[in-house]
């Protein structure tokens, strides 16, 4: 869903710049007097510049607003499961991989030799949630799983020949 509206995006603006250079194209034929067009254009970068940096501010405070992401809200005696993952060329140490609809979890995520990536993936293969596993270094990832299934969790960074065998599979019931 967010790529082909990601592509009719970045057409549309595409096209915005093509026109804008097409514009300027035409344009640069005609000769014209420099002083006030200078002043009009110099005014308006002031505008336009501020308006930019304001815009960005609000935009940066408000998504800020949720640092740390990533972080959970449990409901009181709604403790987590705390599942282990080993990462290690090339397979996973899991802990526990049989889990309930509705069940908060968190995968304490790390590496027995290089990094690699912990990513979770539904039956459609989009990705719903990854973290990095490092070695000497621990990740947390916190997830609740809507619906029923079967989960894959895939490599993926390239730590070797055998990468693409990193696959692990979850259930969730
Ligand atoms: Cu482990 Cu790629």
Redesign the pocket.
């Known amino acids: 869903m967010i790529q082909p509206v990601a592509w009719i995006t970045s057409l549309i603006f595409m096209s915005f710049v093509v026109i804008a250079f097409g514009l300027v194209a035409l344009k640069s034929k005609g000769k014209r007097d420099y002083g006030p067009i200078k002043k009009k254009w110099y005014k308006a970068r002031t505008f336009y510049g501020s308006l930019l940096v304001i815009l960005m501010l609000a935009v940066t405070i408000y998504t800020l607003r949720d640092l740390p992401y990533n972080q959970p809200a449990y409901g009181e005696g709604n403790e987590p499961t705390v599942v282990d993952v080993e ?1 290690y ?2 397979g996973w140490n899991i802990s526990q991989t049989e889990f309930s609809v509705g069940e908060p979890i968190e995968f304490e995520v790390t590496s027995a030799d290089v990094t ?2 912990f990513g979770i993936y539904d039956e459609d293969m989009n990705i719903l949630t990854q973290t990095q596993a490092m070695p000497d270094y621990t990740n947390t990832v916190y997830i609740t799983f809507d619906e029923p299934g079967t989960y894959e969790i895939l ?1 993926m ?3 070797g020949l055998a ?1 693409h065998l ?1 696959i692990e599979e979850i259930t969730v019931k």
């Open positions: 990462a060329q090339f690699h990536g490599c960074e390239y730590c990468h990193m």
